[in-house]
């Protein structure tokens, strides 16, 4: 008996084959409560690819005749110090995970074989005096499934033998590292699909016959007696049936990996194949909408979402949160309407623009954008200061005796919190206009995202689409409908995530840039490095400008200070020298996107001591990168040095003993470079400079080089900024004293200002000579730098953020003392804010004397 559709209907069992979601073992991997394709609301959804690991699949144990499980033969010559149980399982739970999923990789490759089924009578009418499709569309339609037929049937048989010959010496992961090496093909498939769906479905219209064949009933055949075919074997699941394929075989790389020890032969070309799914699934999440689902108008117009996402809308001179939909052909602003306990959630269409009305803002455009006020980075920067305190007091009331309440009440203030971070940090303007009347303005908080918005607008835009006036009910049907088709359900805070979900990486991570490929002609070029922390993107480097080439060869490292992450971004620019094209949204030259593209940090690929190098591709160009982490508990480590001649890691004293100064030579140098040349650089002290030249520079003033001015002179400047801070890091001691921190963090919290004055000039007074003329010289020249604010972009409260912590954090053995570091970010937000109101404390200070200060008297002890 034929099997039921969803409507009841007979359907042909090759299609329920190609439809039926994918398991590699019969309980792993099947999606929650989704029945015919729907979802809990009772909308079609389509699976999202998902990149993420989970539990391994339930796997059991052979049984002997009484039942009871029956344990594997133990291997022979064991490793010293490893118990014969552990080789057991690791073994037998790696040959379950295998043995599963070959079992999934058969059924796979039948639905493949019966999926080409009706190309071969295809093309052979194409060749008749009555074809039913020509062989360019026949091609079209069945693009690359023979070769993805190919790769994985040959995957298959040479994996059954190992599997049959199962002991500790088999090794599989040469054959998984070549099946990720070949996921090009997926690519091409995907990039394919959608004038695959096209040709079938203009093919249907213009073809009687072909029309015919789309219609004709299970028991029909093709007049060579094969299965008979329906262009509707290619509806948008069919994409993801091959992808979903790549996502389980991800999931499979995650638990061979588990099983797997890692000096087995099989553990790095399992974790290579794992970082190339992982990577491709990546590109193909940024390129294809997971769930591009269709509305019907009460026109019978077909409209299909493409894509959706909360973005940051300035609206009568203030910010609001609003969610934005891409349709086919209209582009449709909501928010959600507030309704009562227990109602269901609904949307409120603030706005619409036909694709055909839809224009960007050029230079000609003579109304620039709503101008918007943007907050001083101080102020975003205390309030991720609060959300790591907040988060890190969640974390210690789950394990306390108090229960859940509280824990709810503080999730509350941080989701409170979170939500306004990510409506006040977005500063990059997105200028949306309707040229038949109003103009929008969003702000971004990434190049990438607004990137990614422009581009799928103009790829819609090219199809030949017609303006539209919506009437009211047709306009409240695709309102209502919205809250069906979103693909992303709430803002991207904390308090919306599972526990379970990784809290990403707090640390550094070190990237050099090597080189790129793939350009046609030679440009100017540059590339920048984002992250995500907080829910957001933020720019974090840049390299520098490749001039007239189409082999930029960079090889710059940089240092990224990652707070809670999981993406690394990298952008390639055009870098553009006409000034003729300026934005009048920032009022800044636009930079040519050249390509974009994101990986996964995988703290278990990422946390290595090694360098990790990787590729990401990007239209047509390749990008070369390196990158390692270290996690933020040992780069805070103020480590002495073992060598007393130079000046990183020795204590000031001996250093300015040393030179017979009051300043260390390195300070006045890195100041006078800066003050000459740097003052006006926007983000002096917060951008990166290259790892490599701060290395140089460092190794300069270690040997004492006497060619130290001249590579000043030629050193790029936010080299020379971060060697500065990179010397105030690395003192073994911090430059206000570990045996004055305590007073400085009483003193700055005190309430009355008279008190809180004596106590922190006394605190000043109380510094070690060297100590003091050095905090005094840069306290100077950090003022110096803030008066260019309104060029370099950097206030009073943004340098104590950069230098408070690097001159007060006390060392290892002070830190430590009396403390329970329970997770990552405790040791980044441990007294952080404190330490910043310290430094911005004598930052806004009338000029400190260092003549005055000592003949001041106060009249309290001058004990500390």
């Not at 509305?295 to 493409?306: C, F, I, M, N, S």
């Not at 060619?707 to 030629?714: A, Y």
């Amino acid at each position: 008996m034929e099997p039921l559709s969803a409507r009841g209907l007979p359907r042909l069992s090759w299609i329920d084959t190609l439809y039926s979601n994918f398991n590699y073992n019969t309980d792993g991997y099947e999606g929650e409560g989704a029945e015919d394709g729907k979802s809990q609301d009772g909308s079609e959804t389509l699976p999202y690819i998902d990149e993420s690991p989970t539990m391994s699949p339930q796997l059991c144990a052979p049984q002997g005749p009484d039942g009871e499980a029956v344990s594997p033969t133990p291997p022979e010559g064991l490793p010293p110090g490893v118990r014969a149980g552990d080789i057991e399982k690791g073994l037998e739970m790696k040959k379950l995970v295998l043995s599963g999923f070959l079992a999934s990789e058969e059924i796979y490759i039948n639905q493949l074989e019966a999926l080409l089924l009706p190309m071969r009578p295809l093309k052979a009418t194409a060749t008749t005096s009555q074809p039913v499709l020509t062989i360019q569309q026949v091609d079209t339609i069945f693009y690359k499934i023979q070769d993805i037929f190919e790769i994985h049937k040959e995957f298959y048989d040479a994996l059954l033998p190992s599997i049959q010959q199962w002991d500790e010496n088999v090794t599989v992961g040469h054959l998984f590292q070549k099946l990720a090496s070949q996921l090009g093909v997926y690519k091409a498939f995907v990039d394919n699909y959608k004038e695959a769906l096209e040709t079938a479905e203009k093919c249907s219209h213009a073809n009687s016959q072909f029309q015919k064949i789309s219609e004709v009933s299970p028991n029909t055949h093709l007049p060579d007696n094969s299965d008979s075919w329906s262009p509707s074997f290619l509806p948008t699941a069919l994409l993801y049936k091959p992808i979903d394929r790549v996502t389980r075989s991800t999931l499979v790389l995650h638990d061979l990996l588990k099983h797997t020890p890692k000096d087995h032969p099989d553990f790095p070309l399992l974790q290579n194949a794992l970082r190339i799914s992982q990577n491709f699934l990546s590109s193909i999440n940024e390129e294809i909408d997971p769930r591009r689902t269709a509305v019907t108008t009460p026109k019978g117009e077909a409209r299909q979402l493409v894509k959706d996402g909360f973005l940051v809308e300035v609206s009568e001179s203030s910010r609001k949160v609003r969610h934005v939909f891409l349709f086919t052909d209209l582009l449709l602003c909501a928010k959600m309407k507030k309704t009562a306990v227990g109602r269901h959630q609904q949307y409120e269409c603030k706005w619409y623009i036909p694709l055909a009305d839809l224009t960007f803002q050029t230079l000609d455009d003579s109304d620039s954008c709503h101008s918007v006020q943007v907050l001083p980075e101080h102020e975003i920067e205390e309030m991720k200061i609060k959300i790591s305190a907040l988060k890190n007091e969640i974390q210690k009331e789950k394990k306390g005796p108090k229960g859940q309440s509280r824990v709810e009440r503080l999730r509350k203030k941080m989701n409170e919190q979170e939500s306004w971070l990510l409506l006040h940090s977005p500063t990059i303007p997105f200028c949306i206009h309707n040229k038949h009347g109003k103009s929008y303005l969003f702000l971004l908080s990434s190049d990438y995202e607004r990137s990614e918005w422009r581009e799928s607008i103009q790829k819609l835009q090219k199809k030949d689409l017609q303006s539209c006036v919506l009437s009211s009910v047709e306009l409240q049907v695709l309102t209502s409908s919205c809250f069906k088709l979103r693909t992303v359900h709430n803002i991207p805070v904390t308090s919306n995530k599972d526990d379970e979900e990784t809290p990403g990486l707090y640390g550094f991570l070190h990237v050099i840039v090597h080189s790129a490929q793939g350009f046609r002609d030679s440009a100017n070029l540059y590339c920048t490095l984002e992250v995500d922390s907080f829910g957001y993107f933020v720019s974090k480097a840049k390299t520098r400008v490749f001039r007239d080439t189409t082999e930029p060869q960079w090889n710059e490292e940089f240092e990224i200070e990652l707070e809670g992450s999981q993406y690394l971004r990298i952008l390639c620019y055009e870098k553009c020298y006409d000034k003729s094209m300026l934005n009048k949204d920032d009022n800044e030259i636009v930079d040519k996107i050249m390509g974009k593209g994101q990986v996964q940090l995988d703290p278990q690929t990422v946390q290595s001591k090694n360098w990790h190098m990787d590729i990401i591709e990007m239209n047509g160009i390749k990008v070369e990168f390196s990158m390692k982490f270290t996690s933020r508990d040992l780069s805070l480590k103020r480590t002495p040095s073992k060598k007393q001649s130079g000046v990183f890691g020795v204590k000031i004293n001996v250093v300015t003993k040393r030179e017979r100064s009051k300043v260390p030579y390195i300070v006045r140098q890195c100041i006078e470079e800066v003050e000459k040349r740097g003052i006006d650089e926007v983000g002096i002290y917060r951008i990166s400079g290259v790892a490599t030249d701060i290395q140089a520079l460092k190794t300069a003033f270690d040997t004492n080089t006497k060619d130290i001015l001249v590579m000043l002179s030629d050193m790029d400047i936010n080299a020379i900024a971060g060697t500065l801070k990179l010397y105030f890091r690395e003192l073994p001691e911090p430059l206000l004293t570990d045996r004055l921190y305590p007073a400085f963090m009483e003193g700055i919290a005190l309430s009355d200002p008279a008190a809180k004055e004596n106590c922190m000039m006394h605190l000043l007074r109380s510094l070690p000579e060297p100590n003091l003329m050095t905090f005094l010289t840069l306290l100077e020249h950090l003022k110096r730098v803030a008066e260019k604010e309104p060029i370099n972009k950097m206030s009073l409260h943004n340098l104590g953020t950069v230098f408070g912590p690097t001159l007060l954090r006390p060392s290892e053995s002070e830190s430590t003392k009396g403390q329970h570091i329970t997770s990552a970010s405790d040791i980044w937000s441990h007294d952080v804010m404190a330490q910043v109101q310290v430094l911005l404390y004598y930052l806004q200070h009338s000029p400190i004397s260092f003549a005055e200060l000592k003949r001041n008297t106060l009249y309290f002890s001058t004990d500390v």
